[in-house]
């Protein structure tokens, strides 16, 4: 299985700024995926991440808000833009191992407080 | 479309006893399932998948799941319970060749000591 890396773990930011997310993996990838975690709540997809492609995002969830780069096969990044306190949630960077699996493993998550 | 069921929000269980976590999916085809457990404060662990043979899968610590087709079910099941299992647990189904995954609710494991 691959190992899943996430930058920050955790942060407070002020409503109204960004943050950056950082998902690192120690293989090459196809696919990446981006989930959000609501407090309470389940995971829910905001988007898939193939590197040489535009991300594709899931109903709900536009590209000015979460915008994500894939510059390579073991790195990712989302943005979560101009912050308010309904942005506050953990958020899951996760990898599908392919190789005929159509497995995903998951980082261990950024906690985000939006004060 | 696809969905993911599980009845139980949170269920209690007393150390040494039985366990059976229930999933419940819709979905128009054979599908993959998986079951994943998230422990406080930590990312999300595969503990098994079911893509196709066997219908009785087993998976890590002691973990096994069965597939039902008949029923669309996917229930989780552990014969004896540890207090290390208390977490929250999710049933996901994914769609062959998209990678998407879809999640339950998730169930909230408590272990009575």
């Known amino acids: 299985s691959a190992v899943i890396s996430q930058k920050p773990s955790r942060d407070i930011c002020q409503r109204g700024t960004s943050l950056t997310i950082q998902c690192q993996v120690d293989?090459?990838?196809?696919?990446m995926f981006w989930y959000r975690q609501q407090p309470g709540q389940s995971l829910t997809l905001i988007a898939t991440?193939?590197?040489?492609?535009?991300?594709t995002y899931e109903s709900g969830f536009v590209i000015d808000k979460f915008p994500i780069s894939r510059p390579n096969l073991t790195f990712s990044t989302l943005t979560v833009s101009n912050m308010s306190p309904e942005d506050s949630s953990i958020y899951l960077c996760s990898v599908d191992w392919g190789r005929g699996t159509d497995t995903q493993y998951f980082g261990p998550g950024t906690r985000l407080t939006v004060l | 479309a696809q969905s993911v069921t599980q009845p139980d929000i949170h269920i209690t269980v007393s150390e040494g006893a039985s366990l059976e976590l229930r999933c419940n999916y819709s979905?128009?085809?054979?599908?993959?399932l998986f079951w994943y457990v998230q422990s406080p404060g930590q990312g999300l662990q595969l503990l098994l998948k079911y893509f196709s043979g066997d219908t009785l899968v087993q998976g890590i610590k002691g973990f096994e799941a069965e597939f039902k087709r008949s029923q669309s079910s996917f229930n989780l099941r552990k014969p004896s319970v540890h207090w290390s299992d208390a977490a929250e647990y999710f049933c996901?189904?994914?769609?062959?060749?998209?990678?998407?995954?879809?999640f339950g609710q998730g169930t909230t494991l408590q272990v009575k000591p």
């Open positions: 293989s090459q990838v196809t696919m």
């Open positions: 991440a193939n590197q040489g492609s535009e991300a």
């Open positions: 979905y128009g085809a054979t599908p993959y």
């Open positions: 996901a189904v994914g769609a062959l060749n998209t990678g998407k995954l879809i």
